[in-house]
T-cell receptor, first 118, second 111 residues
């Protein structure tokens, strides 16, 4: 099973709202990722967690706040977003960041959350 | 600068018309190359991992190959359900934390 789940599937929020995106995997993976994807563009890395600790923050604005409560869950807290933040937000996981072979580094993506900021 | 380039940007095929998609990279020290399929509005679906020149992997109508500078995704006798955007991504040994994605090839297969 290589399933990553994300909730909600769709989210509409105003610029003053606070909301959270959730991601879950039960593959025993210890690396989890948040990506942002605009239409007809490839995914852009936002954050990487390794063993529940933030490993990479790709200079993402502070209105995006990631959280990894345990090895299976990854949250993305949203606050005071701008309309240009509207996008597909993707969660992914891999066994670990650096493995003995690239198969262990293969990232499996969830279905995404379609976010619209009004 | 290390880059990943996919070609063509878009490809229209008749059902049954085989073709190949290309992913070329200027990365020094490839650690792994990954192929994904993405349907509109959905997350990328993993297809293949390659890391050795000469390596080949197959799955149904798809076959991925790897050389020292590029990878090909061969589609044999495609069906309309193969229509999607195909993304390749690479990791290299000097910056192992990140996947570098190409811009994708949008494939349309007509009946």
């Amino acid at each position: 099973d290589t399933e990553v789940t994300q909730t909600p599937k769709h989210l509409v929020m105003g610029m003053t709202n606070k909301k959270s995106l959730k991601c879950e995997q039960h593959m025993g993976h210890r690396a989890m990722y948040w990506y942002k994807q605009k239409a007809k563009k490839p995914p852009e890395l936002m954050f990487v967690y390794s063993y529940e600790k933030l490993s990479i923050n790709e200079s993402v604005p502070s209105r995006f706040s990631p959280e990894c409560p345990n090895s299976s869950l990854l949250n993305l807290h949203l606050h005071a977003l701008q309309p240009e933040d509207s996008a597909l937000y993707l969660c992914a996981s891999s066994q670990i960041i650096l493995a003995e072979t690239p198969e262990g580094e293969t990232q499996y993506f969830g279905p995404g959350t379609r976010l619209l900021v009004l | 600068e290390d880059q990943v380039t996919q070609s063509p940007e878009a490809l229209r095929l008749q059902e049954g018309e085989s073709s190949s998609l290309n992913c070329s990279y200027t990365v020094s020290g490839l650690r792994g190359l990954f192929w994904y399929r993405q349907d509109p509005g959905k997350g990328p679906e993993f297809l293949f991992t390659l890391y050795s020149a000469g390596e080949e992997k197959e799955k149904e109508r798809l076959k991925a190959t790897l050389t020292k500078k590029e990878s090909f995704l061969h589609i044999t006798a495609p069906k309309p359900e193969d229509s999607a955007t195909y993304l390749c991504a690479v990791r290299w040994i000097y910056n192992t934390d990140k996947l570098i994605f190409g811009t994708g090839t949008r494939l349309q297969v007509f009946p």
